[in-house]
C-alpha cells in the first residue's frame, strides 16, 4: 500500500461502508441507511467530518452510536483524523430512510 494514491473519493466510499456497519441497538437498520448521516465531508488533508442526527433527541444508544461511528472513521486506512458532529436541524423523519430501510421497517 505504500505506493498506493488515495483520493477523497476512496475515503468517502469507506466512510458510507463504515457508516452502513453501524446500528442503532432498537432498530435493525444501519444509521446510513436510516438517513442519519446528514454530511459527509472529506478535506484535501484527509479530514473527515460527518454531521448526523438521531431519531430522537432523547435516543438511550446516543453515546454508543456516536463512540461507535467515531471508532470506525479513525480505522479507515488514510483518515487523518474524524470527527463527528450530532445536529438536530433539520430534525429527522421517516421520510429521510432509503427505500431499503423503509421496506426493511414495514413503511412501504
Known sequence: ??????????????????LRTVFDP???????D???IYRIDVS????VTVDMT??????????????DIQQKLDS???VKSATVNLVFE????KDMMS???????GFI
Open 34 to 36: 436510516l438517513g442519519l
Open 1 to 18: 500500500m505504500e505506493n498506493e494514491q488515495i483520493t477523497k473519493y476512496d475515503i468517502e466510499t469507506k466512510t458510507v461502508e463504515m
Open 76 to 78: 479507515i486506512h488514510g
Open 54 to 67: 438521531l431519531t430522537a433527541p432523547s435516543c438511550p444508544a446516543a453515546d454508543f452510536i456516536m463512540e
Open 99 to 105: 427505500e431499503e430501510a423503509k421496506l426493511d421497517l
Open 26 to 32: 432498537e432498530i435493525p437498520v444501519n444509521v446510513y
Open 44 to 47: 484535501d488533508d484527509f479530514d
Open 90 to 93: 433539520p430534525e429527522w423523519n
